[in-house]
């Protein structure tokens, strides 16, 4: 079981790029509940740790997870509004958020009980790392989980408009990196949190994959760093993409054997070719349809691990 942590929420996407006063079409994200689904769709077991408001968005949000086969077993509920992220897509497909989140259910998040015991790995980001309460229990749930021996998978996916005050979140983040087995992000992410894969390295995690657009990926571990290109896609957009990278790479990781920090420390070079050619897939295939719609499992080469 990979249990997911973070914020569900609704994105408002327009109905066509480019225009600020197109139609917006709501679907249902945020990328820890992206990753959930992905997971799911790739035929890992994953549970979904958030809170959910009891609104009418809260429902469909509850209802695809369902569908999924995500387990809901740790999903708290709460009748403040949903969030709501309001997305702009330019002609590449690439998106950038408003958020409107004053007093919703999902932030108010609080410290679960024991994790399923058959929990491989948790999984955390976004949003819910930023809004308190709700972030310092999602941390304080990560520290719990790494002391027991747990993987941690850690995506920040920095919303920096979400942010009021960066210098204590790098602080935050800094905080954390003692408890994370992996750390995923994208270049973005990476320049505005400081870019220092080496000290990051050195802090604790495992290994440090980084997203480059469509110049693939790069895993950064200490022995070296292994680099595989982007799918050639035609993009619709890149909503979701990241997160579904993060599926990907638990998923292949997890096919190999146990989820560990010594497993990842251990992983050749041909292992890391295969686990990020497969995320590499996966976030193609998320890009080459509209809004988070990670593919399934037989729509991807086998992982031949």
């Given at each position: 079981m990979i249990v997911v942590a973070g914020e569900a929420l609704i994105d408002l996407v327009p109905e066509a790029s480019g225009n600020a006063l197109a139609p917006l079409l709501p679907a249902r994200?945020?990328?820890?509940?992206?990753?959930?689904?992905?997971?799911?769709?790739?035929g890992s077991a994953v549970a979904f740790c958030s809170r959910i408001s009891t609104d009418a968005f809260g429902a469909s949000l509850t209802a695809r997870?369902?569908?999924?086969?995500?387990?809901?077993?740790?999903?708290q509920r709460g009748p403040e509004p949903t969030t709501l992220a309001v997305a702009a897509v330019d002609a590449a497909g690439s998106a950038a958020y408003t958020f409107y989140c004053r007093g919703?259910?999902?932030?108010?998040?609080?410290?679960?009980?024991?994790?399923?015991?058959?929990?491989?790995?948790?999984?955390?980001?976004?949003?819910?790392?930023?809004?308190?309460?709700g972030a310092s229990a999602y941390e304080e749930l990560m520290r719990r989980e790494a002391r027991l021996g747990r993987f941690i998978a850690l995506d920040p996916n920095i919303r920096a408009g979400l942010i009021d005050d960066p210098d204590a979140y790098r602080a935050r983040f800094r905080r954390l990196l003692p408890s994370v087995s992996?750390?995923?992000?994208?270049?973005?992410?990476?320049?505005?949190?400081g870019d220092d894969i080496a000290g990051w390295l050195d802090a604790?995690?495992?290994?440090?994959?980084?997203?480059?657009?469509?110049?693939?990926?790069?895993?950064?571990t200490r022995a070296g760093?292994?680099?595989v290109p982007g799918e050639p896609v035609r993009v619709i957009d890149t909503i979701g993409a990241g997160d579904t990278v993060?599926?990907?790479?638990?998923?292949?990781?997890?096919?190999?054997?146990?989820?560990s920090a010594d497993a990842l420390a251990g992983l050749t070079s041909d292992g890391w070719q295969r686990v990020l050619?497969?995320?590499?897939?996966?976030?193609?295939?998320?890009?080459?349809?509209?809004?988070?719609?990670?593919?399934?499992?037989?729509?991807?080469?086998a992982l031949g691990v």
């Amino acid at each position: 079981m990979i249990v997911v942590a973070g914020e569900a929420l609704i994105d408002l996407v327009p109905e066509a790029s480019g225009n600020a006063l197109a139609p917006l079409l709501p679907a249902r994200g945020g990328g820890p509940y992206n990753t959930a689904v992905a997971l799911a769709r790739l035929g890992s077991a994953v549970a979904f740790c958030s809170r959910i408001s009891t609104d009418a968005f809260g429902a469909s949000l509850t209802a695809r997870l369902h569908e999924e086969k995500v387990d809901l077993g740790l999903v708290q509920r709460g009748p403040e509004p949903t969030t709501l992220a309001v997305a702009a897509v330019d002609a590449a497909g690439s998106a950038a958020y408003t958020f409107y989140c004053r007093g919703t259910a999902d932030r108010l998040f609080t410290l679960p009980g024991p994790l399923p015991a058959d929990t491989r790995a948790v999984s955390f980001g976004t949003c819910s790392l930023v809004l308190e309460p709700g972030a310092s229990a999602y941390e304080e749930l990560m520290r719990r989980e790494a002391r027991l021996g747990r993987f941690i998978a850690l995506d920040p996916n920095i919303r920096a408009g979400l942010i009021d005050d960066p210098d204590a979140y790098r602080a935050r983040f800094r905080r954390l990196l003692p408890s994370v087995s992996l750390l995923k992000l994208s270049e973005e992410d990476a320049r505005w949190l400081g870019d220092d894969i080496a000290g990051w390295l050195d802090a604790g995690p495992a290994a440090v994959v980084v997203t480059r657009g469509e110049a693939g990926l790069t895993a950064h571990t200490r022995a070296g760093a292994h680099a595989v290109p982007g799918e050639p896609v035609r993009v619709i957009d890149t909503i979701g993409a990241g997160d579904t990278v993060n599926a990907a790479l638990l998923h292949a990781l997890s096919a190999r054997g146990p989820l560990s920090a010594d497993a990842l420390a251990g992983l050749t070079s041909d292992g890391w070719q295969r686990v990020l050619r497969f995320a590499a897939r996966a976030a193609a295939a998320t890009c080459a349809r509209a809004g988070a719609e990670p593919p399934f499992a037989h729509e991807l080469p086998a992982l031949g691990v």
